[in-house]
C-alpha cells in the first residue's frame, strides 16, 4: 500500500484508538489534535505526574485518558497507530512491541502535516536553525504574506491545525528528532 492510500485510510471518518507517547509540548499537542479530530487517545509519559502536572491537569478536561510515571503495555491494547513525540527513542520497548505487531508509528510532524493545507517552509540542520526560521518569517511578514514560526520554536505544528489562516505560511524549525518517523511530510 503506498503512503497516499495510507493517508487517506488514517484520515477517514474511522475513528481510531491512537496513542501518544510523552506529554511535552508536541505530545500535548498531538493528543489534543488527534481528541478534537474524534480519535480514541491515550497517552503515556514515563515521567512523574509532577513534571507535567498541568499537562495532566488539561488531559483530565479534555477526557484523554493518559498514564505517568512509566510506559506500559495498556497504550498497545487496540491501538491503530501510536504518535511519538520527539525524542523518543526508537528503541523504546513500547516502540518495539508496537513494531511487532503491525502498530503504525509516526511523529508529530506527520500528524499534524495529514490535517495541515498550508504551505510550509522546513528548516533544518546543525546550526542557524532558529535564526533562519525567525529571518524568513520575518521576511514574509514584511513583504505582505503572513507567516508563523512553528516547531521546534517552540510552537507545535499540531497546535496550528485548525488555528492559522489558510493562507497563512508556516516557516517550521524542525530538529532531526522531530523529523524521524515521518514519511509522507514534504514541505
Known amino acids: 500500500m503506498n503512503n497516499f492510500v495510507n493517508i487517506i485510510i ?5 475513528k481510531m484508538n491512537i496513542t501518544v507517547i510523552g506529554a511535552g509540548k508536541s505530545g500535548f499537542a498531538a ?3 488527534a481528541k478534537s479530530k474524534g480519535h480514541n487517545v491515550f497517552l503515556t ?4 505526574r509532577i513534571e507535567y ?3 495532566f491537569n488539561a488531559l483530565d478536561k479534555l477526557g484523554i485518558v493518559y498514564e505517568c510515571g512509566k510506559n506500559t503495555e495498556k497504550g498497545l491494547l487496540g491501538c491503530d497507530m501510536i504518535i511519538v513525540s ?3 527513542p526508537r528503541n523504546m520497548e513500547l516502540i518495539q512491541k508496537a513494531s511487532e505487531r503491525g502498530i503504525k508509528v509516526i511523529s508529530e510532524v506527520e500528524f499534524a502535516s495529514w490535517h495541515l493545507k498550508n504551505p510550509i517552509i522546513a528548516i533544518t540542520g546543525t546550526n542557524g536553525k532558529t535564526t533562519t526560521t525567525h529571518l524568513i518569517t520575518h521576511i514574509f511578514n514584511n513583504s505582505g504574506r503572513k507567516a508563523i514560526a512553528a516547531g521546534n520554536i517552540g510552537l507545535p505544528l499540531s497546535d496550528l491545525v485548525d488555528n ?9 524549525e524542525l530538529s532531526s528528532f522531530q523529523l524521524d518517523r515521518i514519511e509522507t511530510f514534504s514541505p
Open 10 to 14: 488514517y484520515l477517514s471518518d474511522k
Open 31 to 33: 493528543a489534543k489534535l
Open 45 to 48: 509519559e514515563s515521567k512523574e
Open 53 to 55: 502536572d498541568n499537562t
Open 86 to 88: 520527539p525524542g523518543v
Open 164 to 172: 492559522i489562516e489558510p493562507e497563512a505560511i508556516i516557516v517550521a
